[in-house]
């Protein structure tokens, strides 16, 4: 494979992705790791958009970076006791970092061709697409109209909304706090409760 | 193009670095944070391979699409679940959230 501009884009996004998602779960103050988040996701939408998805690329940027991580810091914001941490991670670690890289190296075994490379007959799956077809140029078109074609995607579609509203009254109701809660004697102090509800 | 298996490795990359996040991290929102990224590994996997294998057919991103639904309704839930313990108990430090444990 010579190295062409695409190669190039898509080895910077890829650095992007996975040097943000590191610092997301390796850095110290959580406010950073939501920033780092946001980064990660941009190079994600950066490869959305190599792999010729606009529109997931857009989406992408407007409901994980503009909402989901804004969320975040939302959350981040309201529990503040993100400087008083000593320690970020279990004292197990090694057995995580084990278990992930066991993964890591068993993916990459089967799903690239590492293995013929080596000789294990077998292992590969097939992925070494270099050509693929041409995307149609109206696959935006047809990914609206596929959502509310009854014969298509239409059901999976109103779920999803029901799925949205419910997490929104659930999440309402889970926040929302009335005045005389009878709970109210497993907080420790009741003065000490900042009033910030809303 | 770039071959399929390296988007595929990236995917696979991004996954365990979440999977890492979601074992070690003792911060409930950081332990969110990384379940973010896990359903993103998996939706690049399902853009490229929408890309590679059958462009014509929307599916794949149909797919992608309803996994930020649901990525959008369990940040919502899983914040807000985070919120109300952080209310009651003080802490979003997820060992110390162990009532139920006998």
């Not at chain 1, 780092?36 to 950066?46: D, K, T």
């Not at chain 1, 409901?63 to 941490?85: D, E, H, K, S, W």
């Not at chain 2, 930020?68 to 060992?95: D, K, Q, S, W």
């Amino acid at each position: 494979m010579e190295i062409t501009v695409e190669a190039i884009v898509f080895l910077v996004f890829s650095a992007i992705t996975l040097g943000g998602a590191l610092q997301v779960v390796l850095t110290r103050n959580l406010f950073h790791a939501a920033l780092y988040l946001m980064l990660s996701l941009f190079g994600v939408a950066g490869l959305f958009v190599l792999l010729t998805a606009p529109f997931l690329a857009g989406a992408q940027v407007v409901i994980y970076i503009g909402a989901i991580t804004i969320l975040i810091i939302f959350a981040i914001m309201l529990t503040p006791q993100v400087t008083r941490v000593l320690k970020v991670h279990h004292t197990q670690w090694p057995v995580a970092l084990a278990l992930a890289a066991l993964l890591f190296v068993g993916l990459v075994w089967t799903q690239t061709p590492l293995a013929d490379e080596l000789g294990a007959d077998g292992w590969s799956a097939d992925f070494t697409v270099e050509d693929p077809a041409d995307v149609p140029a109206d696959s935006l078109t047809d990914l609206g109209k596929s959502l509310v074609d009854p014969e298509r995607y239409m059901l999976p579609f109103e779920a999803a909304s029901l799925l949205l509203m419910a997490a929104l009254i659930g999440a309402v109701l889970l926040v929302n706090r009335p005045d005389d809660n009878p709970d109210a004697e497993a907080a420790p102090a009741a003065g000490a409760r900042p009033d910030q509800s809303g | 193009m770039v071959p399929l298996w390296m988007y595929l490795v990236v995917a696979a990359g991004l996954f365990c670095i979440g999977l890492f996040g979601v074992l070690t991290r003792r911060n409930a929102i950081a332990i969110l944070m990384s379940i973010e990224l896990m359903l993103n590994a998996v939706n690049i996997n399902l853009v490229a391979f929408w890309r590679y294998q059958t462009p014509d057919k929307i599916g794949g991103q149909v797919f992608a699409a309803f996994v930020f639904v649901v990525a959008a309704a369990e940040a919502v839930v899983g914040l807000a679940l985070i919120l109300a313990i952080y209310r009651r108990r003080r802490t979003v430090i997820a060992e110390d959230v162990d009532m139920l444990k006998w």
